[in-house]
T-cell receptor
Framework: TQLLEQSPQFLSIQEGENLTVYCNSS?????LQWYRQEPGEGPVLLVT?????EVKKLKRLTFQFGDARKDSSLHITAAQPGDTGLYLC??????????FGTGTRLKVLA | KAGVTQTPRYLIKTRGQQVTLSCSPI?????VSWYQQTPGQGLQFLFE???????NKGNFPGRFSGRQFSNSRSEMNVSTLELGDSALYLC??????????????FGEGSWLTVV
């Protein structure tokens, strides 16, 4: 069974701080996506990474896909209250479905 | 272009009843997948349809079913509702489903409360 474990599960930080969220699996994924979900809404796609070792930047967010395509990280620089939400990683299983991570709930305090 | 549309957004049902949820995918998308999200279990895959065919199914009882129409719109049905079925049901559409490099886009979800 493919699983994606995210850490930490909860994170509460002050505005301006940096943070990193991890997404780990024992399985290889052909691609991996990161989503942010706000209360009462569906997840919104942030990025897709496909190549092992790939690094993508989206403003203050930096995403990295592990060389072996089993893990990924999301780093936020100078977090802002607007970054608050549930962050989810998801891996393409190759069988027409995505496996979602356990989620990291981030709260950025002003 | 319009996003994924789910209806209804909120509904309350009684144990034993059945419910049908609807999903209209992004225009041109032929794959529709359904997920159940609960605080305890996170996002769990229900099933995926492509061109009216179910290609994969998650580990849910037979009370959960779905279908896709020729216009790619999809419905999911839950019969004999149980309290544990209370959840946010999310629909996602994509061009080709959960394969390399393909992106799925979620709707806002349907909140189901079973009392």
């Amino acid at each position: 069974t493919q699983l994606l474990e995210q850490s930490p599960q909860f994170l509460s930080i002050q505005e301006g701080e940096n943070l990193t969220v991890y997404c780990n699996s024992s399985s290889v994924f052909s691609s991996l996506q990161w989503y942010r979900q706000e209360p009462g809404e569906g997840p919104v796609l942030l990025v897709t990474v496909v190549t092992g070792g790939e690094v993508k930047k989206l403003k203050r967010l930096t995403f990295q896909f592990g060389d072996a395509r089993k893990d990924s990280s999301l780093h936020i620089t100078a977090a802002q209250p607007g970054d608050t939400g549930l962050y989810l990683c998801a891996g393409a299983s190759g069988t027409y479905k995505y496996i979602f991570g356990t989620g990291t709930r981030l709260k950025v305090l002003a | 272009k319009a996003g994924v549309t789910q209806t209804p957004r909120y509904l309350i049902k009684t144990r034993g009843q059945q419910v049908t949820l609807s999903c209209s995918p992004i225009s041109g998308h032929r794959s529709v997948s359904w997920y159940q999200q609960t605080p305890g279990q996170g996002l769990q895959f229900l099933f995926e349809y492509f061109s009216e065919t179910q290609r994969n199914k998650g580990n849910f009882p037979g009370r959960f079913s779905g279908r896709q129409f020729s216009n790619s719109r999809s419905e999911m049905n839950v019969s004999t509702l149980e309290l544990g079925d209370s959840a946010l049901y999310l629909c996602a559409s994509s061009l080709a489903g959960g394969i390399t490099g393909n992106t799925i886009y979620f709707g806002e979800g349907s909140w189901l409360t079973v009392v």
